[in-house]
């Protein structure tokens, strides 16, 4: 299994990004996916997370309304659209596979993570 998240960089508050997630070794579009993120200091905290068909999206309450999970199945790839974004969302973002087809399954594998930095 690999996870390779790209996107990630400097952006000004109120500014947007979108991190990829491409993903191979396993039948994607049976996994559910998710992705987390870590600030300096802080735990790991699930950000968002999508059924294997898509159909199925959750949030962490701090992003909800800026931000979208999306997936692309015939791409074998996960979307993390970032709209609005503040300084507290700064962040090392991580890629992530469920061990089954919703997200309450647990996390079996992780990506290497791409830094989002939210400043002026």
């Known amino acids: 299994v690999q996870l390779v998240e790209s996107g990630g960089g400097l952006v000004q508050p109120g500014g947007s990004l979108r991190l990829s997630c491409a993903a191979s070794?396993?039948?994607?579009?049976?996994?559910?996916m998710s992705w987390y993120r870590q600030a300096p200091g802080k735990e790991r905290e699930l950000v968002a997370a999508?059924?294997?068909?898509?159909?199925?999206?959750k949030y962490a309450d701090s992003v909800k309304g800026r931000i979208i999970i999306s997936r692309d199945n015939a791409k074998n790839t996960v979307y993390l659209q970032m709209n609005s974004l503040k300084p507290e969302d700064t962040a090392v973002y991580y890629c992530?596979?469920?061990?089954?087809?919703?997200?309450?399954?647990?996390?079996?594998?992780w990506g290497q993570g791409t830094q989002v930095t939210v400043s002026s």
């Open positions: 992530s596979k469920r061990a089954g087809s919703n997200y309450s399954w647990r996390v079996d594998y």
């Open positions: 999508i059924s294997s068909t898509g159909g199925s999206t």
């Open positions: 070794g396993f039948t994607f579009s049976n996994y559910a």
